[in-house]
């Protein structure tokens, strides 16, 4: 009996850990810990023979309220990852060194190298004005690099001088000439990025842009790439808005400048509208970037332009698709071209044959950048992001087999939470046109359940909800207390052709309302598990106007969230800083188009607001100022509309820092659990 006992509680005990490891390990939701424990990798590189990788990844922490970012190796098989350079200084922009076994890295505004175990690091440049960025001539003997200067100053002593004085002086008045005197979140102050040359044996510096009063690369419209050596360094070419200042320019060009001390820059693109990512065709016949045709127009068709060195002779290869080109590289024969393209809900890869002009569709799914080609010429390395994994390494051969993911920084945190993938759904929008729509499921989903919905609007308004790991807005996130997450690409979003991005422009509140709510009203319809009486929406910068604009004319969801929302059109223009897009989104001036401002601004149907908002912004976001949340949390408050107001005195147009981060969140879901019923 005593024996029956004992085999019995045995049995117990076993059962009882049993269930306790199968509760231990299984998945959970994500919360804001995991959001911000997962490493964000920004750039890579892969070395002369192939077998090495070298990426920067930034990890975060609560404590110390910022990031860092550490350089990694890996081998090209994903074997043998590592950290080899982990500093509290950060370190960033790893390249492989031409023609050695060394690596390079910004750390503390200078250049450094290090061989790939991270041992001997070595300090290369020591400018005062410090390293922006940079880029290694082919045979490794110069640096071209950028460098916040005065414009006026010849010398490092100058600029050392000029910042010295600046910060003694107790008169902290400026006095304004020009339009440009701010941009995005920074006072821009009087200097300028100059694009600087270092020859590396002679361990001399020349301003190559000496004297400009314009920054290169440009502030704002330009890429990650918009300078580069000649194959043979005896010409570099950049990008430029000669027009910058005047605040309603977006004429970046490009120019070439050649090395031998006596030229000047020579202008080679011809379009007024946005010229940028300029490269050298490796065998050294062309030189290619993406080109705008509009003045005026942020958002236009971004075309790949070649220009023939010899004759002058430019050809667009991309006038028969109607994708915009982002970031691209050349063929190491330079007889094609891989770039990537937004392509409805992903960003895709695409192949250009040169001689033939044929475009094809080359990797569809996910979101792909950062497109980078091996020694051999035989595969792509490229970041890949989806709804369910933040960016890691992939290798694709160029015959399009063989994907692989090469690194998997962040596994151990995935692999404990329940997330689920992207769906889509498509309805019918303004004037019969096709709308597409993410719906993303709450983990755990039952399909017997009812869930709440939230309902999330893009910005931009030119942008689009894609099939990406946003640390910002996070789909996983916003699912994780048991949303049904739906966000629509409406009228104005990127990856469906020009014309559908077009038709916001002048209409902001017209087609694309429609487009919105039409997916709204498919979606309770056709999807028996979402709660037609439980939905939320929210949005940011031009989705924060359409909640406001929402906030006036509908009653469809129980509580708002507007995040840098413009809310009064008119005001908006006179305290915004690049005026090239009020203007060409209504049409001109306030004095010009007074009725298209009025007619579209939300502060003018304010009034009609009966459901609650919760109203956030930031002191530093001068693309929408916070004059605009604080006229719109004044009208709700005065209208006795249930409101609330998150300020962040400490952050731009975006919420940055881990701990704001976490307030951010926990304010949202908490507005939205507030009034779920």
């Known amino acids: 009996m005593k024996n029956f006992i004992k085999n019995l509680f045995l049995i117990f005990l076993i059962l009882i850990v049993t269930g306790l490891q199968i509760t231990f390990a299984q998945n959970r939701a994500i919360n804001i810990d995991d959001l911000w424990a997962l490493k964000r990798i920004s750039s890579f590189d892969i070395n002369h023979d192939d077998k090495k990788i070298i ?39 790893p390249k492989f060194v031409p023609n050695s076994d060394l690596i390079s890295f910004i750390k503390g505004g200078q250049v450094w190298t290090c061989n790939l175990d991270g041992s001997q690091e070595k300090q290369v440049t020591d400018i005062y004005s410090g390293v922006n960025d940079y880029e290694w001539s082919n045979d490794g003997s110069k640096i071209l690099f950028t460098s916040s200067v005065y414009p006026e100053c010849k010398t490092q002593d100058c600029n050392e001088a000029k910042d010295k004085e600046s910060e003694s002086s107790k008169v902290k008045a400026k006095i304004f000439e020009n339009l440009m005197y701010r941009h995005w979140n920074d006072w821009r102050g009087d200097k300028r990025s100059h694009l600087f040359i270092y020859d590396i044996k002679n361990n001399s510096y020349t301003d190559l842009t000496e004297g400009l009063k314009e920054d290169v690369p440009p502030l704002a419209l330009g890429s990650s790439n918009d300078f580069n050596f000649s194959p043979d360094a005896s010409e570099v070419v950049y990008t430029m808005n000669p027009e910058f200042t005047s605040a309603i320019s977006t004429n970046n060009e490009i120019y070439i400048l050649k090395l031998d001390g006596k030229s000047t820059a020579k202008l080679i693109s011809e379009s007024k509208g946005v010229d940028c990512q300029p490269l050298y065709s490796p065998d050294g016949k062309f030189i290619s970037w993406t080109s705008m045709k509009r003045a005026g127009f942020e958002a236009d068709k971004k075309d790949l332009i070649i220009y023939d060195r010899k004759n002058g002779k430019m050809k667009n290869l991309t006038e028969s698709i109607d994708r915009s080109v982002d970031d691209y590289i050349w063929s190491h024969d330079s007889k094609s071209i891989f770039f990537v393209a937004q392509n409805e809900i992903y960003q895709s890869i695409y192949k250009i044959d040169i001689s033939s002009g044929k475009i094809s569709l080359f990797h569809k799914d996910n979101y792909n950048s950062q497109i980078k080609l091996s020694a051999d010429g035989n595969t792509l390395f490229f970041l890949k992001q989806k709804a369910t994994m933040p960016n890691e390494i992939f290798s694709l051969s160029v015959d399009g087999t063989k994907l692989t993911q090469v690194t998997f920084l962040n596994q151990d945190v995935l692999s404990k939470l329940e997330m689920n993938p992207v769906e889509t759904f498509w309805c019918e929008g303004a004037n019969g046109d096709r709308v597409q729509s993410i719906l993303v499921k709450p983990p755990f989903f039952d399909e017997t359940k009812k869930y709440p919905m939230i309902f999330l609007i893009h910005g931009g308004p030119q942008g689009a909800w894609e099939d990406n790991f946003h640390f910002r807005w996070n789909y996983q996130m916003f699912a994780s207390e048991g949303y049904v997450v739906v966000a629509p690409n409406p009228r104005g979003s990127t990856g469906y052709g020009q014309k559908f991005t077009d038709e916001i422009s002048g209409d902001w509140g017209g087609k694309v309302y429609v487009d919105l709510m039409n997916s709204y009203d498919y979606a309770v319809s056709n999807f028996s598990f979402i709660d037609k009486n439980n939905t939320f929406a929210a949005g940011a910068s031009y989705g924060g106007y359409m909640i406001n604009w929402i906030a006036g004319h509908t009653d469809r969801f129980n509580a708002l969230v507007s995040h840098a929302g413009v809310f009064n059109l008119e005001s908006m223009y006179g305290t915004t800083e690049e005026l090239w897009f009020p203007e060409w989104e209504y049409g001109g001036t306030p004095w010009e188009k007074r009725e298209v401002y009025h007619k579209w601004s939300p502060h003018r149907y304010i009034h009609n607001c009966k459901t609650p908002v919760l109203v956030v912004h930031g002191a530093y976001d001068f693309r929408v100022p916070e004059e605009q949340a604080f006229q719109l949390f004044t009208s709700l408050k005065r209208l006795g509309v249930e409101s609330k107001f998150l300020y962040f005195p400490d952050e731009t147009h975006f919420v940055a820092k881990p701990l704001n981060a976490k307030l951010w969140w926990t304010t949202v879901l908490d507005w939205f659990r507030k009034f779920r019923k």
């Open 55 to 93: 990426f920067a990844a930034t990890s975060f922490s609560f404590e110390t309220n910022k990031g860092n970012s550490d350089i990694y190796i890996v081998n090209a098989d994903g074997s043998e990852l590592k950290p080899i350079l982990f500093s509290e200084k950060s370190e960033s922009l």
